[in-house]
Structure formats: structure tokens, C-alpha cells
């Protein structure tokens, strides 16, 4: 297969891409430091409110088990290239190797469970947003479309992954461990 360059770069490098939330995500958490890095170590509660005018979106989900959601990281506090992750302290990663909110376009993707939907509302379990982040779309997961056999993960697979389940899987718990453990 020859793929050619179909657009000029310069032409996509001075485009301004702008999106409108389409709802907002309400979880408990109101401070960076205290929100779990990943919705699948925790069993928090929250809703997704879908403006008005975007509720008949809305129609035919309540028959997926798992949502992905689209949002923007509205208290990032800059962008920087290189992080150190939450799960790894001591080496600064590439920001396209983790999933830190920092990034040049601040933008959040979360897999929650869908626990009901009531009118323009959706119930979820797994949250790992702050509360009022603006919600910028809503897919369904799709089991045959999303999951991946024999997936690699990089740097985090040398991680404790199993045993972040145990612990209060939040920025500052992790730091406040790995201050204990040493």
C-alpha cells in the first residue's frame, strides 16, 4: 500500500478546531489530587447530564452496558511534553505515553459502566472525572469494535497494576505509598 500526503501540513497545523460540551459529567470529586487516576480501580458513583438539546442523542443507549466518554480537562494547568506518571514517579514519559491531563490538547477519555438513564441523565459507576467537567461526547463501548487481543502496554507493564486495586488509587495516595515503601 502507497499512502501520499493528501493535505498540505502547514494547512492542518493552522487549523482551529473548536468543540462545544454537550453536557457535564457530576462526580465527589472536587480536587485533582483526590480523584482516582482510572475508573477501574474504583466504584464511585456520578451522572452524566446531556444538555437538553442533545437529549434524543441519548436514544437506544440505555441498552449498552459501558460508555466512553469524550471531555475536556477544563483545570489542566498547562502543558508539558514530558511527565512523570502518577503510577511511576521516578521517570518523566513522553505525555503521549500516559494518560496525564496536562497534554497540548486537554482532552479525557473514560470508560464507565452505565448504571441507568433517566431522561437527559445518565447514571454511572467507575468515575474518575471531577466534578462539573464538560462533557464533550458519548460512544458506546463496543465489545467486538473496542477490545484488543494480546495488547502491549508499555512502561506500564512493569507496573503493580493488580495491586493499585488495594490501594486508593488517587494521585496523592500513590505518592503518600511510594514515600512509605521506600
Not at 502547514?10 to 473548536?18: A, H, P
Not at 489530587?33 to 482510572?38: A, F, G, N, S, V
Not at 438539546?53 to 449498552?64: P, Y
Not at 497534554?103 to 438513564?117: D, E, T
Request: proline fraction near 5%; aromatic fraction near 8%.
Amino acid at each position: 500500500m502507497i499512502i501520499t500526503m493528501s493535505r498540505n501540513i502547514q494547512d492542518v497545523k493552522d487549523m482551529e478546531i473548536q468543540y462545544r460540551p454537550i453536557g457535564i459529567i457530576h462526580s465527589e470529586f472536587n480536587e485533582q489530587e483526590e480523584t482516582p487516576i482510572q475508573g477501574i480501580f474504583n466504584e464511585s458513583v456520578g451522572r452524566v447530564e446531556v444538555f437538553p438539546e442533545f437529549a434524543e442523542g441519548l436514544a437506544d443507549i440505555e441498552a449498552f452496558s459501558h460508555l466512553i466518554l469524550l471531555y475536556h480537562f477544563d483545570r489542566a494547568t498547562g502543558c508539558t511534553l514530558l511527565q512523570k506518571p502518577f503510577l511511576d514517579g521516578k521517570k518523566a514519559r513522553g505525555i503521549f505515553a500516559i494518560r496525564h491531563f496536562n497534554r497540548p490538547n486537554p482532552i479525557g477519555l473514560s470508560i464507565v459502566r452505565l448504571l441507568g438513564v433517566n431522561g437527559n441523565v445518565l447514571e454511572i459507576k467507575g468515575v474518575d472525572v471531577l466534578n462539573g467537567t464538560p462533557l464533550l461526547d458519548i460512544k458506546p463501548y463496543v465489545h467486538r469494535f473496542d477490545h484488543r487481543e494480546e495488547v502491549q502496554s508499555g512502561w506500564v507493564d512493569d507496573q503493580h497494576i493488580d495491586d493499585i486495586a488495594e490501594w486508593n488509587s488517587t494521585p496523592r495516595a500513590l505518592r503518600d505509598r511510594e514515600r512509605t515503601n521506600r
